[in-house]
């Protein structure tokens, strides 16, 4: 693989489900990064981590959690999940933190 | 607060030239950049302004002012395909992006 890739590419679930979204990347990026797009919004920050090992909150962490085990997998899990996180998320990657962000392909996520 | 600024829609045709205003206001400044983002795609990287002045890249070019809190981005010969939304963001003291909205480019033949 070439790139980032972001899985699955789309899910409905149900209100209260436990959900991981997963993205993995091969470009050996330190920094890594989850936004949500909403209609009518820009791209807001939910979590990211500039290394591995470490983590951070961003605009809009509630009711989400990421671990940063290796450099090439940054998993984004809904503990429990409500209707608001109905949203479409996209993994982001960089060489590093002040450096320019490359977007994997999306999960468009229904909560019902 | 934080804040970027920019147009909802514009409309052009093929062929011509289109300028997309970006305003902002940021705790801190550490670049502007330019995303492209087609319908149902991820968003794509055009171009990076962190001192004042033009950034030329085949048709596009972006254009940076910090005192005044302003860029655009200038797409010229028109192409049906550069139909797509166009994201400022800007990079804040923190060493994150703040996004504008996006503005929905559709191009008319």
């Known amino acids: 693989i070439a790139g980032i890739t972001q899985a699955p590419t789309s899910q409905i679930l149900a209100a209260g489900r436990r959900m991981t979204l997963r993205c993995t990347q091969d470009?050996?990026?330190?920094?890594m990064y989850w936004y949500r797009q909403d209609l009518g919004l820009g791209l807001r920050l939910i979590h990211y981590?500039?290394?591995?090992?470490?983590?951070g909150k961003g605009e809009v962490p509630d009711g989400y959690s990421v671990s940063r085990a290796n450099t090439d997998d940054f998993p984004l899990t809904l503990a429990s999940a409500v209707p608001s996180q109905t949203s479409v998320y996209f993994c982001?990657?960089?060489?590093?933190?002040?450096?320019?962000?490359?977007f994997g392909p999306g999960t468009r996520l229904t909560v019902l | 607060g934080q804040n970027i600024d920019q147009p909802t829609e514009m409309t052009a045709t093929e062929g011509a030239i289109v300028q997309i205003n970006c305003t902002y206001q940021?705790?801190?400044?550490?670049?502007l950049f330019w995303y492209q983002q087609h319908a149902g795609e991820a968003p794509t990287f055009l171009s990076y302004?962190?001192l004042d002045g033009l950034e030329e890249k085949g048709r596009f070019s972006s254009f940076l002012s910090r005192s005044k809190g302003y860029s655009y981005l200038l797409l010229k010969e028109l192409q049906m395909k550069d139909s797509a939304s166009y994201l400022c963001?800007?990079?804040?003291?923190?060493?994150?992006?703040?996004w504008g909205a996006g503005t929905k480019l559709i191009i008319k033949p």
């Open positions: 302004n962190v």
């Open positions: 981590s500039n290394t591995a090992g470490t983590t």
């Open positions: 940021t705790s801190g400044f550490n670049g």
């Open positions: 963001a800007v990079m804040d003291s923190n060493y994150q992006l703040i």
């Open positions: 470009m050996r990026h330190n920094a």
């Open positions: 982001a990657s960089a060489p590093g933190a002040t450096d320019t962000q490359y």
